[in-house]
């Protein structure tokens, strides 16, 4: 999706995007009328896969114009963008819940695709300062993925996805077979992540914009978001009985580290590209939402499955030593690498800093007598 804003443009491909997906999204309400189940399985996969592809235009396109029209504030506004998400996220399965009792199933996607038509043809008049024709793109992602201090954060928000899509997808049957919850307390669980990710999310955003460097922040949040996996579990080893109390407290560690994990790592990204000189924020910027976007989806496709059949196998409590393991080796060592390789920059800087500074002033030394020579020189003329 990156190149594809080479074509037509942050605000077309966002445009094209959200079209894809309101009439998906809208067709996806009418398949219950066809009489046959193969039809109906072929159609609704491919109204997916379309709806996918929409997705990832509107994202990219929507990301590619933060630098220019937030050129300081790029992590708040991906901050508010995780919250608008996230509040999604949690109010969108009572809000379906309730619109298929109302009007069934056609009247659930029947009024989402018409509130995204009203946002599609809206985006031209709000976006009016990019034109709907192509952007001036230098490049391609090859050069972004052969950077390996970017393409470390990508790994990393993979890894966190990865364990994100674990707890979601076993965390309803480890809630109902230890503690027989019922299916309403069950989803007000699942909403707590939700929730204080919305919440938190522009908040470490603010943060994270004012400081120079989002890396401690990623570090102390795969910290965070390592215990509240262990305390989740939790893991047997550290012989902490299971008791909703741990249940509660190691889901709100993970949303509060997860949080921040995600916008930290995208916005050092970021930082790094700029290092590199870069040209064209629109270019760079859809290059690195379109790798954001693969990364998210790469371990919430992997996570669902794999933990699913290691929940079978073993158990939540064993599974959850492999969640620390993938947010250890994936997560925590390569961040330790980007703190050691920017402490050795730092250190570069300083001592280059310093040899200019000798230089300067051995060279103005020189020239001071130089003058007072010339000065001696004229006197006694």
């Known amino acids: ?16 995007g959200l079209l894809l997906q309101a009439v998906t999204t809208t067709l996806f309400g009418f398949l219950n009328l066809i009489p046959t189940l193969y039809l109906f399985m072929g159609i609704s996969i ?17 990301y590619s114009v933060i630098p220019e029209v937030y050129p300081d ?14 509040f999604g996220l949690t109010i969108g ?34 976006f009016t300062k990019f034109p709907m024709g192509g952007a001036n793109y230098e ?53 707590l992540h939700g929730a204080l990710s919305a919440v938190l999310s522009p908040i470490w955003g603010y ?25 989740l579990g939790p893991l047997p080893i550290l012989g902490i009985p299971v008791s909703l109390l741990s249940t509660l407290i190691g889901m709100s560690l993970f ?64 599974a959850s030593y492999c969640f620390v393991c993938v947010l250890t080796i994936f997560g925590l060592l390569p961040t330790v690498y980007i703190c050691i390789t920017n402490l050795r920059r730092w250190i570069c800087l300083t001592n280059e800093r310093q040899r200019l500074l000798r230089s300067s002033y051995s060279n103005g030394i020189k020239h001071s007598f130089s003058i007072e020579r010339e000065v001696n020189t004229s006197t006694k003329i």
């Open 207 to 231: 943060i994270i914009g004012k400081i120079d460097t989002s890396v401690p922040v990623l570090l102390g949040a795969l910290v965070i978001d390592i215990l509240g996996v262990a305390i």
């Open 255 to 318: 949303a509060i580290g997860s949080g921040a994990a995600v916008l930290s790592s995208f916005n050092n990204s970021i930082s790094e590209s700029k290092l590199y000189s870069f040209s064209n924020d629109n270019s760079i910027m859809a290059l690195l939402s379109a790798c954001y976007i693969f990364s998210y989806s790469f371990g919430t496709t992997l996570g669902a499955p794999i933990s699913g059949y290691m929940y079978d196998k073993i158990g939540f409590s064993q």
């Open 93 to 126: 399965p009572m809000i379906g819940g309730l619109l298929f009792t109302i009007g069934g199933f056609m009247a659930t996607f029947l009024l989402p695709g018409i509130i995204l038509f009203l946002m599609t043809f809206l985006t031209p008049f709000m």
């Open 73 to 86: 504030d790029v992590a708040v506004i991906v901050g508010s963008m995780e919250m608008a998400q996230g």
């Open 139 to 191: 490049g391609d992602i090859r050069i972004v993925l052969r950077k390996p201090r970017i393409l470390i954060n990508f790994v990393i928000l993979a890894a966190i996805t990865f364990v994100l899509s674990s707890i979601n997808a076993t965390l309803t049957p480890f809630l109902h077979s230890t503690f027989n919850m019922s299916p309403l307390t069950i989803g007000f669980m699942l909403g």
């Open 1 to 16: 999706m990156g190149p594809l804003v080479r074509k037509l443009g942050p605000t077309k491909t966002l445009f094209v």
């Open 46 to 62: 491919l109204l997916r896969i379309l709806e996918g592809v929409g997705f990832a235009a509107s994202w990219v396109g929507s």
